[in-house]
Nanobody
Framework: HVQLVESGGGSVQAGGSLRLSCSVS????????LGWFRQAPGKEREGVAF???????IYADSVKGRFTISKDNAKNTLYLQMNNLTPDDTAIYYC???????????WGQGTQVTVS
């Protein structure tokens, strides 16, 4: 089982930046895909960005060119650098882990991002 703890959320004005972090612990060796999801009020949860064990990345069209997912294997930490934020990016952001990007079975508690 993998434990995930997000941090770095907050409030920012449109055009600003935030970096989210996700500390990963537990059975990290069983994790081949890490990702960020978000859920805005009244909307379904959506995938934002994913990174595979080999380092390849996938981004939602809505964040391409603005968000960057990365990981520090030595620190067991996942990051999401978010630039040029807009009010549409306002949501609770969750990090997730799974054996494959097709299915995530471990989730963090979420961190709020508010863009005004």
């Amino acid at each position: 089982h993998v434990q995930l703890v997000e941090s770095g959320g907050g409030s920012v004005q449109a055009g600003g930046s935030l970096r989210l972090s996700c500390s990963v612990s537990g059975s990290v060796s069983s994790t081949n895909c890490l990702g960020w999801f978000r859920q805005a009020p009244g909307k379904e949860r959506e995938g934002v960005a994913f990174i595979r064990g080999g380092g390849s990345t996938i981004y939602a069209d809505s964040v391409k060119g603005r968000f960057t997912i990365s990981k520090d294997n030595a620190k067991n930490t996942l990051y999401l650098q978010m630039n040029n934020l807009t009010p549409d990016d306002t949501a609770i952001y969750y990090c997730a882990a799974g054996y494959a990007c097709a299915g995530f079975n471990s989730w963090g508690q979420g961190t709020q991002v508010t863009v005004s």
